[in-house]
């Protein structure tokens, strides 16, 4: 338990004292509710620091999501989405494909959602809304190279000394992002608390994940690199959002004339 008057930089510190012993997990026993489809799903998640994450979900046998990251990449894709494509996205594209298409998630701001990436003390203002509350906010702020001011907040249980959710607001105030945890367990071999039940919202692409998560694999002594490796859909060509930008103002900018 943390004093309601914690500072901000003992805060920091008690948070990271789980975080930076984390650097990557997985569980291959992960069921999931996603919007627009009326049962559950069967899944796998798997998290490495800094940028690799995926999470794949199937009905019997048939695969119906594959929502990814790695080091060069991310990209989505959903067999009941009305977008016939596996978006990909390269991560120096991510702010220009964001104009054009409210993507289903960011993924900077992910991987510090699931408790890989380490916070930083002068990245954030404390904000006590409610004096009489056991919880806290982190906030943050930074403006995107299209001077865009995007908002994140960490709301923090100081009687549980835990993040309990992570919001992100666009230069609107609306929020793009939200990510809740829930059924908090302690791994015995590391002594690394992890959240066994994650919601994750993004409203404005209208999509939402539940992840009910079993067993975990904490540090686990290797990921096999393909688990990152981005495979074909059969049905479903890629698309390079960023390089379909690119062409299509390209077009704009140069239109072709007819002699």
């Not at 996603?34 to 799903?41: N, Y």
């Not at 054009?100 to 992910?110: K, N, Y």
């Not at 999509?207 to 059969?234: T, Y």
Request: proline share 7%.
């Amino acid at each position: 338990m943390l004093s309601p008057e914690v500072r901000k930089d003992e805060l920091v510190e008690h948070l990271n004292r789980n975080i930076t012993r984390l650097y990557s997990w997985q569980s291959t026993a992960v069921k999931i509710r996603a919007s627009g489809f009326p049962m559950s799903l069967d899944g796998t998640i798997a998290v490495e620091s800094p940028r690799n994450f995926r999470v794949r979900a199937k009905f019997l046998t048939s695969e119906e999501a594959d929502f990814g990251s790695s080091q060069e990449q991310f990209w989505f894709w959903m067999r009941r989405s009305e977008i016939k494509n596996v978006i990909t996205v390269k991560h120096e594209d991510a702010e220009q494909a964001q104009q054009v298409l409210q993507l289903p998630f960011e993924p900077d701001w992910l991987m510090q959602a699931l408790g890989v990436i380490p916070l930083v003390p002068d990245e954030f203002s404390l904000i006590r809304p409610d004096l009489s509350s056991t919880e806290v906010r982190l906030v943050s702020e930074h403006t995107t190279a299209r001077e865009e001011r995007i908002q994140k907040v960490l709301y923090v249980d100081t009687c549980l000394g835990r993040i309990t959710r992570q919001v992100l607001y666009d230069s609107r105030n609306r929020l793009v992002a939200q990510a809740v945890f829930g059924n908090h367990e302690l791994d015995p071999e590391t002594g690394i608390t992890m959240p066994h039940l994650i919601q994750l919202d993004w409203p404005q692409a209208e999509m939402s994940l539940r992840l009910k998560i079993g067993p975990i694999d904490v540090n686990p002594l290797e990921i096999p690199e393909q688990a990152w490796e981005l495979r074909d859909v059969p049905g479903y060509p890629r698309i390079d959002l960023g390089e379909q930008i690119s062409k299509n103002r390209n077009r704009s900018q140069n239109p072709r004339r007819d002699d």
